[in-house]
């Protein structure tokens, strides 16, 4: 297609017809630059299939990854482009026209000839392959099943009628979809039947959160409806818009997803749908309509809808010297913006034409409306309670909800910085998001780099595909001009280059997880450092007699505290993991022959643990427990027994739910039996495999590049790459999205699954153990960020630096129970007291509970939690005392005394608590041993009484900076220095 040199194009058949004297307004981003319009290209013809299969001639239809609209609604063939890359491969529905064979017959003939020999040498030539992360292909262990045998088939939890017919498995399949399913993923709420019947619960797609059902979409900005109380957030979701069609509908479908987005299509002839992208992190609604009339009703009603450069908001700022200088009036400056013009002279109905408007509710909502090309628009200004276009319509919507200023003086529209950014990306649209991720070395920038993060680092890069609503390959647009929104773990890694400040961007965008930050560009990477340490964190020997008692209360355990065949998936795999630490100690404490120490050999005590580790173990990886793990080849996952047998068994185990809490155990007991024991791999290490997949799998992760050749599960089940964290639901409808409670357990899966990595591929710096410590960093921070709070006076008093993500009443709570996609609450499923909120999130005591609480942020929130407490019960008193040895090893020694291993969590035992303390950086001898039992078994005590606040006797020289002279920090069971610290942080303690 050739450009003439007055902007009109031509090709060989005809001229095209002169164009709307609408023009696209792309704003401007900064004070006094020139407004700039562009011309919208062609629309496109092409060969469709249609919904019944037939094929049919069609001016373009509305496919994910195609050129959708021109301008003008005239059909001009056009090439099919997405950032220099054919995507229609990609689209369920569009066919190729077949090529005119008898032209090219000999020339055909010469390259399979060629192409054949080419092949043959790529066979015989030796080569080596690139680095990529792969997994390997094995034959599954685990007994193949078909959930519909157990009475749960995927119908009756899932409607297939909502995927489009080239995403479900051929019929005769053992599978139900043609990709392993991704049960975790942000959108299932739009295909499990929701009990509000035929409207869906919603979905979160930050900034907005959406609902459908058969006739139309709903759309909320909910932080524009937030709920706060000092227990609960909660961003309501209520209909701020409803988007539909003229038409009646007769289908519609998920045709597409990947790990940053999900598309949805609404059909009511093969010639006549709508679609839309609901993309992460995008500030707009995207929709792309193919000869449908888009429909647009508010929450409550339209207040009034006008043109950008009415004369209340003149957007007077956005023109250029010539136009501000040259004494036009209003109506001058509107026709030189040409983006929309109001006919208001019918009694009923107000009529628009252009490219923008502004919609205004009463309830202080604000939309700008962006089109492709000119529509004709219709208000009846009677109800005001419908916009609908004039007539059907092909092109590109884009809707963005148009919130407060950050601004203190909330200048209006027309000096808003934000609303021209709006305005000025408003052409480059997402349909399509991807993450990747590249490994490498760092060295150390300062000396106060930590030592846990010394050596890799990840750089986590989120693609976006784009189209562009004036050119068909983007190649007239820079791919920059995408505009985006952030969450506050991703702004504070991403380089200042790609954000806008909040004076090029004064809009407040937010969601439950805080302030959203607006980044630039299709394609924006941030660096994850990855932890260096594997099964303990900077190992510290232990000697004499603490020792000596460490390792009598392992031989008590060993006895007492051993796994149960008939308990769930949940309780045997924390039992086993509690197991696998007894192995552990042992394996580091024990002495060996020749030590010079009367102690017997290995073969005694960690002979004892190994064979009670394998016993327990290898019979849960056989299946010869009451609760094993089958493979599920309906959904691509491994499942407890319990759990297919009844939904609600092993905590929706069956359904997906809470996979990576309930593995994790498994993983990291098979790592320490695997160090231990080499040739465990080798009869297990498939077994252990399946399960390391089923939760940490690196590939399929979207909807159109499947490898069920090597194995059938989804990537990364639970995690969310946005959000920056797992999420446990699975697919069970929930109002609020998808949600998880205990971040520690999370933390542990992907600890475990680093941890299997390690043992498994015999080598730590590599991309597959690399890819697990990129879970498990991800983890983490993702837990630091958005469970663990910090009020804003102590942030405000110390060195400690992290976003504030929530109101500073809330953040007084220190610690979330529950982080949902539209809510977070201070509570469990199991109750509401904060020592369940807290230590449910700390579960279970392993060595990366260090890289989870660090001592600036325990100091505050052991006292918070512990300070009015007069007792804890036994369950999870282990957790408490393990967590107060992170600021105090000294006294939580003392205290760790009193414990009684068989009645602490399950997860849990003395030993383990012990062994946690001795390994504290504060950790030192010669004050602990003498409070210690002599021989480390258990002293038996009140299943209530709390751990040892006895007041320490007070030293005259004592400074004031001591524990001891601050009352709330003795009755906390602190000692040393509190007020300030050591490091020169006063806690909470100190308060008076």
């Given at each position: 297609m050739a450009n003439n040199g007055d902007g009109t194009k031509n090709n060989k058949s005809k001229q095209r017809a002169p164009r709307s004297q609408f023009h696209y307004f792309y704003g401007s981003t900064s004070d006094g630059s020139a407004a700039v319009a562009f011309s919208p290209p062609p629309l496109n013809t092409k060969e469709i299939e249609g919904e019944d299969g037939d094929h049919v001639q069609n001016e373009l239809d509305s496919l994910v990854g195609e050129e959708l609209i021109s301008t003008d609604n005239e059909g001009e063939e056009t090439v099919d482009v997405v950032n220099g890359h054919s995507r229609a491969s990609k689209d369920p529905t569009v066919f190729s026209s077949p090529p005119a064979i008898c032209g090219i017959c000999s020339i055909a003939i010469v390259l399979l000839i060629v192409g054949g020999m080419v092949v043959a040498l790529l066979f015989l030539i030796p080569h080596t392959s690139a680095p990529l992360l792969q997994t390997q292909s094995f034959a599954m262990p685990f007994p193949q099943v078909d959930r519909a045998d157990f009475g749960d088939p995927v119908e009756g939890f899932i409607d297939m009628d909502l995927f489009h017919p080239n995403l479900i498995a051929p019929p005769g399949s053992s599978q139900a979809f043609v990709f392993p399913f991704p049960t975790g993923a942000f959108w299932t709420n739009l295909i499990v039947p929701s009990p509000q019947g035929a409207l869906s619960y919603p979905i979160a797609v930050y900034p907005y959160a959406y609902r459908w059902s058969a006739s139309s979409l709903q759309v909320s900005y909910p932080a524009g409806h937030r709920i706060v109380d000092t227990q609960t957030i909660q961003d309501t979701f209520a209909p701020d818009l409803k988007l539909s069609a003229v038409e009646e509908l007769t289908k519609r479908y998920v045709i597409q997803f990947d790990p940053l987005s999900v598309t949805l299509r609404y059909i009511s002839t093969p010639n006549s749908k709508w679609e839309t992208a609901l993309v992460q992190g995008s500030p707009y609604i995207t929709l792309q309509y193919l000869k449908a009339t888009p429909v647009i009703s508010p929450w409550s009603v339209f207040s009034n809808i006008q043109c950008?450069?009415?004369?209340?908001?003149?957007?007077?700022?956005?023109?250029?010297?010539?136009?501000?200088?040259?004494?036009?009036?209003?109506?001058e400056r509107r026709q030189l913006f040409g983006v929309c013009s109001i006919d208001d002279s019918d009694p009923q109905y107000t009529t628009m034409r252009g490219v923008q408007f502004i919609f205004r509710t009463p309830e202080g909502a604000n939309w700008i409306m962006f089109t492709s090309e000119p529509i004709n628009l219709k208000f009846d200004k009677i109800r005001k309670t419908t916009i609908s276009a004039a007539a059907a319509y092909t092109g590109v919507v884009r809707l963005a909800y148009i919130p407060s200023s950050q601004k203190e003086d909330e200048k209006t529209f027309d000096s808003s910085t934000g609303l021209r950014r709006l305005i000025y990306h408003s052409a480059t649209y997402p349909i399509g998001g991807q993450v990747s991720y590249d490994f490498h070395s760092v060295t150390p920038q300062s000396s106060t780099t930590k030592a846990d993060e010394v050596g890799r680092h990840a750089t986590v890069t989120f693609s976006y595909a784009t189209q562009s609503m004036v050119a068909p390959a983007l190649k007239s647009t820079s791919t920059q001009s995408l505009l985006m929104l952030a969450l506050p773990h991703h702004a504070e890694l991403l380089a200042e280059s790609v954000k806008l400040t909040t004076k090029k961007f004064d809009l407040n965008y937010r969601c439950i997880k805080g302030d959203m930050t607006p980044v630039v560009g299709s394609s924006w990477s941030y660096e994850e450092p990855l932890f260096n340490f594997d099964f303990d964190r900077n190992f510290k020997v232990v000697e004499g007699s603490d020792r000596d008692l460490i390792l009598n209360q392992v031989e008590d355990d060993l006895n007492r505290v051993l796994p149960t065949f008939s308990e769930n998936v949940y309780g045997y795999g924390k039992q086993v993991a509690r197991l696998a630490q007894l192995a552990h100690i042992a394996h580091h404490l024990e002495p060996t022959k020749g030590s010079g120490d009367n102690v017997s050999s290995t073969d005694s005590l960690l002979g004892k643990a190994t064979k009670q580790l394998s016993k327990y173990l290898e019979t849960f990886l056989s299946s010869d427990v009451s609760d094993g793990l089958v493979f599920d080849s309906k959904m691509g996952g491994l499942v407890s027994t319990n759990g297919l047998h009844d939904k609600g068994e092993d905590f929706g185990n069956g359904r997906y739910n809470d996979h990576h809490f309930h593995y994790g155990y498994f993983l990291y007991a098979a790592a320490i039996l695997g160090r231990i024991d080499p040739s465990f791999i080798e009869r297990f290490g498939p077994h252990v495999d399946a399960i390391f997949h089923d939760v940490a799998h690196a590939t399929n992760g979207d909807s159109t590049s499947v490898d069920s050749e090597k194995m059938f599960f989804p990537m990364t089940r639970h995690k969310s790459w946005f959000d920056g964290h797992s999420f446990a639901t699975g697919m069970f409808p929930f109002g609020n999205g998808k949600s998880q409670e205990s971040s520690s357990e999370a933390i542990n899966c992907y600890y475990g699954a680093y941890l299997w990595s390690v043992v498994r591929h015999h080598d730590v710096a590599s991309d597959l153990t690399d890819f697990s410590r990129l879970l498990l960093a991800m983890e983490i921070r993702g837990a630091k960020t958005y469970w663990h709070m910090l009020p804003s006076d102590v942030l405000g008093n110390n060195t400690i630096t992290r976003p504030q993500v929530y109101p500073s009443k809330f953040e007084g709570n220190y610690m979330v129970g529950n982080v949902g996609m539209l809510?977070?609450?201070?509570?469990?499923?199991?109750?509401?007291?904060?020592?369940?909120?807290?230590?449910?999130?700390?579960?279970?005591?392993?060595?990366?509970?260090?890289a989870l609480f660090e001592p600036s942020y325990v100091q505050y929130e052991y006292p918070f939690l512990m300070g009015s407490r007069s007792s804890v019960e036994m369950a999870w008193r282990g957790y408490t005392i393990s967590i107060h040895s992170i600021i105090d090893p000294e006294r939580a020694w003392k205290d760790a005394q009193g414990l009684i291993s068989y009645e602490l969590d399950a997860a849990l035992s003395k030993s383990q608590v012990l062994y946690f303390i001795s390994q504290q950086p504060g950790y030192g001898r010669s004050s602990i041993t003498e409070s210690s039992s002599k021989n480390g078994k258990d002293e038996k005590s009140s299943p209530t009484q709390a751990p040892s606040k006895t007041i320490p006797i007070k030293i005259p020289s004592a400074s004031s900076s001591s524990c001891e002279n601050h009352p709330n920090c003795v009755a906390a069971g602190l000692s040393g220095e509190c007020c300030p610290t050591s490091s020169n942080s006063f806690l909470d303690c100190c308060k008076t």
């Amino acid at each position: 297609m050739a450009n003439n040199g007055d902007g009109t194009k031509n090709n060989k058949s005809k001229q095209r017809a002169p164009r709307s004297q609408f023009h696209y307004f792309y704003g401007s981003t900064s004070d006094g630059s020139a407004a700039v319009a562009f011309s919208p290209p062609p629309l496109n013809t092409k060969e469709i299939e249609g919904e019944d299969g037939d094929h049919v001639q069609n001016e373009l239809d509305s496919l994910v990854g195609e050129e959708l609209i021109s301008t003008d609604n005239e059909g001009e063939e056009t090439v099919d482009v997405v950032n220099g890359h054919s995507r229609a491969s990609k689209d369920p529905t569009v066919f190729s026209s077949p090529p005119a064979i008898c032209g090219i017959c000999s020339i055909a003939i010469v390259l399979l000839i060629v192409g054949g020999m080419v092949v043959a040498l790529l066979f015989l030539i030796p080569h080596t392959s690139a680095p990529l992360l792969q997994t390997q292909s094995f034959a599954m262990p685990f007994p193949q099943v078909d959930r519909a045998d157990f009475g749960d088939p995927v119908e009756g939890f899932i409607d297939m009628d909502l995927f489009h017919p080239n995403l479900i498995a051929p019929p005769g399949s053992s599978q139900a979809f043609v990709f392993p399913f991704p049960t975790g993923a942000f959108w299932t709420n739009l295909i499990v039947p929701s009990p509000q019947g035929a409207l869906s619960y919603p979905i979160a797609v930050y900034p907005y959160a959406y609902r459908w059902s058969a006739s139309s979409l709903q759309v909320s900005y909910p932080a524009g409806h937030r709920i706060v109380d000092t227990q609960t957030i909660q961003d309501t979701f209520a209909p701020d818009l409803k988007l539909s069609a003229v038409e009646e509908l007769t289908k519609r479908y998920v045709i597409q997803f990947d790990p940053l987005s999900v598309t949805l299509r609404y059909i009511s002839t093969p010639n006549s749908k709508w679609e839309t992208a609901l993309v992460q992190g995008s500030p707009y609604i995207t929709l792309q309509y193919l000869k449908a009339t888009p429909v647009i009703s508010p929450w409550s009603v339209f207040s009034n809808i006008q043109c950008p450069g009415d004369a209340d908001e003149n957007f007077s700022d956005l023109m250029d010297d010539a136009g501000e200088n040259s004494g036009q009036g209003f109506s001058e400056r509107r026709q030189l913006f040409g983006v929309c013009s109001i006919d208001d002279s019918d009694p009923q109905y107000t009529t628009m034409r252009g490219v923008q408007f502004i919609f205004r509710t009463p309830e202080g909502a604000n939309w700008i409306m962006f089109t492709s090309e000119p529509i004709n628009l219709k208000f009846d200004k009677i109800r005001k309670t419908t916009i609908s276009a004039a007539a059907a319509y092909t092109g590109v919507v884009r809707l963005a909800y148009i919130p407060s200023s950050q601004k203190e003086d909330e200048k209006t529209f027309d000096s808003s910085t934000g609303l021209r950014r709006l305005i000025y990306h408003s052409a480059t649209y997402p349909i399509g998001g991807q993450v990747s991720y590249d490994f490498h070395s760092v060295t150390p920038q300062s000396s106060t780099t930590k030592a846990d993060e010394v050596g890799r680092h990840a750089t986590v890069t989120f693609s976006y595909a784009t189209q562009s609503m004036v050119a068909p390959a983007l190649k007239s647009t820079s791919t920059q001009s995408l505009l985006m929104l952030a969450l506050p773990h991703h702004a504070e890694l991403l380089a200042e280059s790609v954000k806008l400040t909040t004076k090029k961007f004064d809009l407040n965008y937010r969601c439950i997880k805080g302030d959203m930050t607006p980044v630039v560009g299709s394609s924006w990477s941030y660096e994850e450092p990855l932890f260096n340490f594997d099964f303990d964190r900077n190992f510290k020997v232990v000697e004499g007699s603490d020792r000596d008692l460490i390792l009598n209360q392992v031989e008590d355990d060993l006895n007492r505290v051993l796994p149960t065949f008939s308990e769930n998936v949940y309780g045997y795999g924390k039992q086993v993991a509690r197991l696998a630490q007894l192995a552990h100690i042992a394996h580091h404490l024990e002495p060996t022959k020749g030590s010079g120490d009367n102690v017997s050999s290995t073969d005694s005590l960690l002979g004892k643990a190994t064979k009670q580790l394998s016993k327990y173990l290898e019979t849960f990886l056989s299946s010869d427990v009451s609760d094993g793990l089958v493979f599920d080849s309906k959904m691509g996952g491994l499942v407890s027994t319990n759990g297919l047998h009844d939904k609600g068994e092993d905590f929706g185990n069956g359904r997906y739910n809470d996979h990576h809490f309930h593995y994790g155990y498994f993983l990291y007991a098979a790592a320490i039996l695997g160090r231990i024991d080499p040739s465990f791999i080798e009869r297990f290490g498939p077994h252990v495999d399946a399960i390391f997949h089923d939760v940490a799998h690196a590939t399929n992760g979207d909807s159109t590049s499947v490898d069920s050749e090597k194995m059938f599960f989804p990537m990364t089940r639970h995690k969310s790459w946005f959000d920056g964290h797992s999420f446990a639901t699975g697919m069970f409808p929930f109002g609020n999205g998808k949600s998880q409670e205990s971040s520690s357990e999370a933390i542990n899966c992907y600890y475990g699954a680093y941890l299997w990595s390690v043992v498994r591929h015999h080598d730590v710096a590599s991309d597959l153990t690399d890819f697990s410590r990129l879970l498990l960093a991800m983890e983490i921070r993702g837990a630091k960020t958005y469970w663990h709070m910090l009020p804003s006076d102590v942030l405000g008093n110390n060195t400690i630096t992290r976003p504030q993500v929530y109101p500073s009443k809330f953040e007084g709570n220190y610690m979330v129970g529950n982080v949902g996609m539209l809510d977070v609450a201070i509570n469990t499923w199991f109750g509401a007291d904060p020592l369940y909120i807290h230590m449910i999130n700390a579960i279970p005591i392993t060595a990366v509970t260090n890289a989870l609480f660090e001592p600036s942020y325990v100091q505050y929130e052991y006292p918070f939690l512990m300070g009015s407490r007069s007792s804890v019960e036994m369950a999870w008193r282990g957790y408490t005392i393990s967590i107060h040895s992170i600021i105090d090893p000294e006294r939580a020694w003392k205290d760790a005394q009193g414990l009684i291993s068989y009645e602490l969590d399950a997860a849990l035992s003395k030993s383990q608590v012990l062994y946690f303390i001795s390994q504290q950086p504060g950790y030192g001898r010669s004050s602990i041993t003498e409070s210690s039992s002599k021989n480390g078994k258990d002293e038996k005590s009140s299943p209530t009484q709390a751990p040892s606040k006895t007041i320490p006797i007070k030293i005259p020289s004592a400074s004031s900076s001591s524990c001891e002279n601050h009352p709330n920090c003795v009755a906390a069971g602190l000692s040393g220095e509190c007020c300030p610290t050591s490091s020169n942080s006063f806690l909470d303690c100190c308060k008076t």
